[in-house]
C-alpha cells in the first residue's frame, strides 16, 4: 500500500515539471511582453523606451525564456514566490490564493452534487433497465452533456432574473464581500453556491450516469447475484450490498477524468456569472498579458487537479485491493 | 427445459444446421453489419438524421436564409421574432388564407414603460417561396438573389427568430453561423485524427519504450484542465489578425489539445489487433509494415475511429462556442454561433431581447444530435461482439 502510494507520488514529479514548463511556453508565446502592454498605454504620459527597458531589466524579460523559466521555478519552490503582477503592481501570490480557495471549492461541491445527482439516477437506471424511468434518465444525462455550461448559467440568470426578480451572480451577498470571514458569511457563500456548482456539475453528470449504469449492469448479470436472489435476499438490500459496492469502484477512479473537466467547467462558468474565483482574473490577466499572474493561475488549477487525481487514486487503493497489489 | 434450451442453441452454432437468417449473417460485410446493428439504435439513426440535416443547411445556408448575415433593417433593431399564421380575419371580418406574417410597428410597453416592436395585427405580409431578396453568392461563386422563403418585400425583413442590436436577422446569421460553428468541429477533428493516427499508432505498433513515454505524455495532456490552456492559447492570438487566419488558429487550438482521446482509441485498436492470427500471417508472408498497417489494420478498427471521431466533433463545437462567446475566439464580422451568443452577454439584454440565446438552442441540438450518432456507431463499431 505504501508502495503504491510513494510510486504514485514520485510520478507526480515529472508530470509536474512537463505541466509548468508547457505553462511558462503557452504564457510565453505572445509575440513582445508586459512592458510592450505598457508602452502602448503610457506612450502620452511621457514614459520613453529607456523606461520601460529599465523596467525589462528589473522583471527579467530581457533574459532568455529559459532563465526566466528557472527563476520562475525556483521562486515557486524555494520561497511561494509567483512572480509579480503587472497589472496590479502586487506579488501573485496575494492574488491568487484566496480566489484559488474558492475555485476549489466551487469545484469541490460541483463534484459532490454530481455524485449526489449520478449516483442514484445510474443505480435506478440500472435497476430499472428499458423503463420509462431508463430512458428519461438518460435523457436528462445527455442534455447535461449538451448544454454548454455557460449558456446554462446564462439561462439560470435569466430565469432567476425574470421570475424571481433576483440576480444570480457572485457567490456573496453586498454586505460581505469585503467582511471578514465569519459563520454568517460562511452561511451566505453556502447559499450562493449551490447555483454555479448546480451548473459546472450538470455537464460531467451524463457520463457518470452511464458509468454507473453499465458497470451495474455488468454485475447484476453475474452468478453471485443470482446466488444471492435464490437465497432470498430482498432486491434493494441485493443491489445494495454487493453489486453496487462492486460498481462503484470505477466510479471512483473516474474522478481523475471528471476533475479536469469540472476544473475547466468552473472557469467559464465563473467568468459567465462573475464569480471572486480564478477565471476572471485568469482571463484579465491574459488580455493584459500579464504573465506571471496568468501563468500561476493555469499552473496552480493543473496542479490542485493532479493531487486531486492522486487522492482518487489512493482512495481507489483503499477500497480496492485488486489496485494495490497490481 | 433448460437441456431443450441448450440443445436448441448448440443446434443453431453448428455449421451443418445453417438458418437462412444465419446464412445471412454469415455471408455479410462488415460495412453491411455494422450497418444492420447501428438500424437498431434508434436514437443514433434520429441522431444521424437530424446531423445530416443540420449539415445540409449549412451547406446550402445562403439559399436558405431569407436574407444574408449582414443585411439590416434599422427599424427592426431588437426585433421580437415575427409570427407565422395562416389564416387572417380582418376587422371587416374578410378572412385571408395563407402562410403569412405582420409587419412590427413601434409601440409603446405601458407596463415596462418604453418603446419596443409588436406586430401590427392588420397588414397582411404573405411569405413566398422561392423568392428574390437580398443578393449573394452561392458558395461565393454563382451571384443570386433567389431564397428559399421570404416576403419578398425589401423594407418588410422576415425575422422568424427575431432581429439583434443591428437589426439583422437571427434566423439568417444561425444559419449562415452553422457553417462556421460545423465546419470548425470537422477541420478540427480532422487535424486531431492526424495527430491521434500517427502518434496513437506509433505507440501501438512499436511499443516498449516508445509507447510508455507517449502514453505518460497523452495522460499529463489529459490531466490539465482544458478551458484554461485554451484560453491561454487563445489570448496570443493577435486581435489585428485576418479573420480566416484566425479560424485557422482556432481550429488548431482545439485540435492540438484534442487529440489525445483519438490517440487512446487508435494505440487500442493496434495493441488489440498487432497479435491476432491475420496479422502474424500478413507478417509472415513477408508483408511491409506500412502494408500491414494500412491494408490489414486501419480496414479493422475504421468502424471505431469514425465512431470516436463523431463522438470528439461535439467537444470541438463546444470548445469553439465558449472561447467566441468569452471574445477570445472567432470575432465578428465573422459569423458563429459562439459569436452570435456574444450578443447575449450582459443580462440586461438578454431580458430585454430572450431570442438572442436562441443561437444556443442550435448548439444544444446539434451537439445532441452528434452525441447520439456517435454512441450509436460506437455500439456498432464491433459488429462481431455480442
Same mark, same amino acid.
Given at each position: 500500500?505504501?508502495?503504491?502510494?510513494?510510486?504514485?507520488?514520485?510520478?507526480?514529479?515529472?508530470?509536474?515539471?512537463?505541466?509548468?514548463?508547457?505553462?511558462?511556453?503557452?504564457?510565453?508565446?505572445?509575440?513582445?511582453?508586459?512592458?510592450?502592454?505598457?508602452?502602448?498605454?503610457?506612450?502620452?504620459?511621457?514614459?520613453?523606451?529607456?523606461?520601460?527597458?529599465?523596467?525589462?531589466?528589473?522583471?527579467?524579460? /530581457?533574459?532568455?525564456? %529559459?532563465?526566466?523559466?528557472?527563476?520562475?521555478?525556483?521562486?515557486?519552490?524555494?520561497?511561494?514566490?509567483?512572480?509579480?503582477?503587472?497589472?496590479?503592481?502586487?506579488?501573485?501570490?496575494?492574488?491568487? %490564493?484566496?480566489?484559488?480557495?474558492?475555485?476549489?471549492l466551487v469545484s469541490l461541491s460541483a463534484l459532490l452534487l454530481t455524485w449526489a445527482i449520478a449516483l442514484p439516477i445510474g443505480i435506478f437506471a440500472?435497476?430499472?433497465?428499458?423503463?420509462?424511468?431508463?430512458?428519461?434518465a438518460? $435523457?436528462i444525462g $445527455?442534455?447535461g452533456?449538451?448544454?454548454?455550461?455557460?449558456?446554462?448559467?446564462?439561462?439560470?440568470?435569466?430565469?432567476?432574473?425574470?421570475?424571481?426578480?433576483?440576480?444570480?451572480?457572485?457567490?456573496?451577498?453586498?454586505?460581505?464581500?469585503?467582511?471578514?470571514?465569519?459563520?454568517?458569511?460562511?452561511?451566505?457563500?453556502l447559499?450562493?453556491i449551490w447555483i454555479p456548482a448546480l451548473v459546472v456539475g450538470l455537464g460531467g453528470t451524463a457520463s457518470l450516469i452511464?458509468i454507473m449504469r453499465?458497470?451495474?449492469?455488468? #454485475?447484476?448479470?453475474?452468478?453471485?447475484?443470482?446466488?444471492?436472489? +435464490?437465497?432470498?435476499?430482498?432486491?434493494?438490500? *441485493?443491489?445494495l450490498?454487493?453489486?453496487l459496492?462492486?460498481?462503484l469502484?470505477?466510479f471512483v477512479?473516474s474522478l +481523475?477524468?471528471v476533475l479536469?473537466?469540472l476544473?475547466?467547467?468552473?472557469?467559464?462558468?465563473?467568468?459567465?456569472?462573475?464569480?471572486?474565483?480564478?477565471?476572471?482574473?485568469?482571463?484579465?490577466?491574459?488580455?493584459?498579458?500579464?504573465?506571471?499572474?496568468?501563468?500561476?493561475?493555469?499552473?496552480?488549477?493543473?496542479?490542485?487537479?493532479?493531487?486531486?487525481?492522486?487522492?482518487? /487514486?489512493?482512495?481507489?487503493?483503499?477500497?480496492?485491493?485488486?489496485?494495490?497489489?497490481? | 427445459?433448460?437441456?431443450? #434450451?441448450?440443445?436448441?442453441?448448440?443446434?443453431?452454432?453448428?455449421?451443418?444446421?445453417?438458418?437462412?437468417?444465419?446464412?445471412?449473417?454469415?455471408?455479410?460485410?462488415?460495412?453491411?453489419?455494422?450497418?444492420?446493428?447501428?438500424?437498431?439504435?434508434?436514437? !443514433?439513426?434520429?441522431?444521424? +438524421?437530424? =446531423?445530416?440535416?443540420?449539415?445540409?443547411?449549412?451547406?446550402?445556408? @445562403?439559399?436558405?436564409?431569407?436574407?444574408?448575415? @449582414?443585411?439590416?433593417?434599422?427599424?427592426?433593431?431588437? =426585433?421580437?421574432?415575427?409570427?407565422?399564421?395562416?389564416?387572417?380575419?380582418?376587422?371587416?371580418?374578410? %378572412?385571408?388564407?395563407?402562410?403569412?406574417?405582420?409587419?412590427?410597428?413601434?409601440?409603446?410597453?405601458?407596463?415596462?414603460?418604453?418603446?419596443?416592436?409588436?406586430?401590427?395585427?392588420?397588414?397582411?405580409?404573405?411569405?413566398?417561396?422561392?423568392?428574390?431578396?437580398?443578393?449573394?453568392?452561392?458558395?461565393?461563386?454563382?451571384?443570386?438573389?433567389?431564397?428559399?422563403?421570404?416576403? !419578398?418585400?425589401?423594407?418588410?425583413?422576415?425575422?422568424?427568430?427575431?432581429?439583434?442590436? *443591428?437589426?439583422?436577422?437571427?434566423?439568417?446569421?444561425?444559419?449562415?453561423?452553422?457553417?462556421?460553428?460545423?465546419?470548425?468541429?470537422?477541420?478540427?477533428?480532422?487535424?486531431?485524427?492526424?495527430?491521434?493516427?500517427?502518434? &496513437?499508432?506509433?505507440? !501501438?505498433?512499436?511499443?516498449?519504450?516508445?509507447?510508455?513515454?507517449?502514453?505518460?505524455?497523452? #495522460?499529463?495532456?489529459?490531466?490539465?484542465?482544458?478551458?484554461?490552456?485554451?484560453?491561454?492559447?487563445?489570448?496570443?492570438?493577435?486581435?489585428?489578425?485576418?479573420? #480566416?487566419?484566425?479560424?485557422?488558429?482556432?481550429?488548431?487550438?482545439?485540435?492540438?489539445?484534442? %487529440?489525445?482521446?483519438?490517440?487512446?482509441?487508435?494505440?487500442?485498436?493496434?495493441?488489440?489487433?498487432?497479435?491476432?492470427?491475420?496479422?502474424?500471417?500478413?507478417?509472415?508472408?513477408?508483408?511491409?509494415?506500412?502494408?500491414?498497417?494500412?491494408?490489414?489494420?486501419?480496414?479493422?478498427?475504421?468502424?471505431?475511429?469514425?465512431?470516436?471521431?463523431?463522438?470528439?466533433?461535439?467537444?470541438?463545437?463546444?470548445?469553439?462556442?465558449?472561447?467566441?462567446?468569452?471574445?477570445?475566439?472567432?470575432?465578428?464580422?465573422?459569423?458563429?454561433? &459562439?459569436?452570435?451568443?456574444?450578443?447575449?452577454?450582459?443580462?440586461?439584454?438578454?431580458? @430585454?431581447?430572450?431570442?438572442?440565446?436562441?443561437?444556443?438552442?442550435?448548439?444544444?441540438?446539434?451537439?445532441?444530435?452528434?452525441?447520439?450518432?456517435?454512441?450509436?456507431?460506437?455500439?456498432?463499431?464491433?459488429?462481431?461482439?455480442?
Amino acid at each position: 500500500m505504501l508502495g503504491y502510494i510513494a510510486r504514485r507520488i514520485l510520478m507526480i514529479v515529472p508530470t509536474m515539471l512537463v505541466i509548468s514548463m508547457v505553462v511558462f511556453l503557452v504564457i510565453q508565446l505572445p509575440p513582445g511582453d508586459y512592458a510592450n502592454t505598457l508602452m502602448a498605454t503610457m506612450q502620452d504620459s511621457g514614459m520613453d523606451n529607456f523606461g520601460v527597458e529599465a523596467l525589462r531589466k528589473q522583471y527579467g524579460l /530581457d533574459q532568455p525564456v %529559459w532563465i526566466q523559466y528557472g527563476r520562475w521555478i525556483w521562486g515557486i519552490l524555494s520561497a511561494g514566490d509567483f512572480g509579480y503582477s503587472f497589472k496590479w503592481s502586487v506579488p501573485v501570490s496575494q492574488l491568487i %490564493w484566496d480566489r484559488l480557495g474558492l475555485s476549489v471549492l466551487v469545484s469541490l461541491s460541483a463534484l459532490l452534487l454530481t455524485w449526489a445527482i449520478a449516483l442514484p439516477i445510474g443505480i435506478f437506471a440500472a435497476a430499472r433497465k428499458y423503463t420509462v424511468g431508463d430512458y428519461l434518465a438518460s $435523457f436528462i444525462g $445527455f442534455a447535461g452533456l449538451a448544454v454548454p455550461n455557460f449558456l446554462l448559467a446564462l439561462l439560470i440568470m435569466y430565469g432567476a432574473f425574470s421570475i424571481f426578480g433576483m440576480s444570480v451572480g457572485g457567490l456573496f451577498s453586498a454586505e460581505y464581500v469585503n467582511a471578514p470571514w465569519s459563520f454568517a458569511k460562511i452561511g451566505d457563500l453556502l447559499s450562493h453556491i449551490w447555483i454555479p456548482a448546480l451548473v459546472v456539475g450538470l455537464g460531467g453528470t451524463a457520463s457518470l450516469i452511464r458509468i454507473m449504469r453499465a458497470n451495474l449492469l455488468d #454485475e447484476l448479470g453475474k452468478p453471485y447475484v443470482v446466488t444471492a436472489r +435464490a437465497k432470498g435476499l430482498g432486491e434493494t438490500r *441485493l443491489l445494495l450490498k454487493y453489486p453496487l459496492r462492486l460498481a462503484l469502484n470505477p466510479f471512483v477512479s473516474s474522478l +481523475a477524468w471528471v476533475l479536469p473537466g469540472l476544473v475547466s467547467g468552473e472557469t467559464i462558468v465563473s467568468i459567465v456569472l462573475s464569480l471572486p474565483t480564478t477565471g476572471p482574473l485568469l482571463l484579465d490577466a491574459l488580455i493584459a498579458q500579464d504573465m506571471y499572474l496568468a501563468g500561476s493561475i493555469i499552473l496552480m488549477l493543473s496542479v490542485l487537479t493532479i493531487v486531486g487525481t492522486l487522492l482518487s /487514486d489512493i482512495l481507489l487503493a483503499i477500497l480496492d485491493p485488486r489496485v494495490r497489489y497490481a | 427445459m433448460l437441456e431443450v #434450451e441448450h440443445a436448441a442453441r448448440a443446434a443453431k452454432d453448428r455449421p451443418d444446421t445453417l438458418t437462412r437468417k444465419r446464412e445471412r449473417y454469415l455471408a455479410a460485410g462488415q460495412w453491411q453489419l455494422i450497418w444492420r446493428r447501428f438500424r437498431r439504435h434508434k436514437l !443514433g439513426l434520429a441522431g444521424g +438524421a437530424v =446531423a445530416a440535416l443540420i449539415y445540409l443547411v449549412a451547406l446550402f445556408a @445562403e439559399f436558405l436564409a431569407p436574407t444574408t448575415f @449582414e443585411e439590416y433593417t434599422a427599424a427592426y433593431r431588437f =426585433a421580437p421574432p415575427m409570427p407565422v399564421e395562416i389564416v387572417h380575419i380582418a376587422q371587416d371580418g374578410s %378572412w385571408h388564407w395563407g402562410l403569412h406574417t405582420h409587419p412590427l410597428v413601434p409601440t409603446v410597453d405601458k407596463v415596462k414603460m418604453r418603446r419596443t416592436l409588436a406586430p401590427d395585427g392588420q397588414t397582411v405580409v404573405p411569405i413566398h417561396f422561392f423568392v428574390s431578396g437580398a443578393p449573394y453568392k452561392f458558395w461565393g461563386i454563382f451571384p443570386t438573389d433567389l431564397h428559399f422563403f421570404g416576403t !419578398g418585400d425589401p423594407k418588410i425583413p422576415l425575422m422568424l427568430l427575431g432581429g439583434d442590436r *443591428l437589426g439583422r436577422d437571427l434566423l439568417s446569421r444561425i444559419i449562415y453561423g452553422s457553417r462556421i460553428s460545423l465546419s470548425i468541429g470537422l477541420f478540427g477533428v480532422a487535424i486531431s485524427l492526424l495527430l491521434g493516427v500517427i502518434i &496513437g499508432g506509433i505507440s !501501438g505498433y512499436i511499443g516498449g519504450i516508445t509507447d510508455n513515454l507517449i502514453q505518460r505524455l497523452v #495522460e499529463i495532456l489529459d490531466s490539465i484542465p482544458s478551458v484554461p490552456l485554451w484560453i491561454g492559447l487563445a489570448a496570443i492570438i493577435p486581435l489585428t489578425l485576418a479573420p #480566416e487566419l484566425v479560424y485557422f488558429l482556432i481550429t488548431l487550438i482545439l485540435a492540438l489539445i484534442g %487529440w489525445t482521446g483519438l490517440a487512446r482509441v487508435v494505440r487500442g485498436r493496434f495493441l488489440a489487433l498487432k497479435h491476432e492470427d491475420f496479422i502474424i500471417a500478413a507478417r509472415l508472408d513477408g508483408a511491409s509494415s506500412l502494408r500491414i498497417i494500412l491494408r490489414h489494420m486501419v480496414p479493422s478498427f475504421m468502424s471505431h475511429i469514425i465512431a470516436a471521431l463523431s463522438l470528439a466533433i461535439p467537444g470541438m463545437i463546444l470548445a469553439e462556442t465558449a472561447l467566441s462567446y468569452l471574445g477570445i475566439g472567432l470575432r465578428p464580422p465573422v459569423v458563429s454561433w &459562439g459569436v452570435l451568443l456574444q450578443d447575449a452577454q450582459n443580462i440586461r439584454t438578454i431580458v @430585454e431581447a430572450p431570442w438572442l440565446l436562441l443561437p444556443g438552442g442550435a448548439v444544444i441540438v446539434t451537439v445532441l444530435a452528434l452525441n447520439f450518432l456517435g454512441d450509436g456507431l460506437r455500439d456498432a463499431a464491433d459488429p462481431y461482439s455480442t
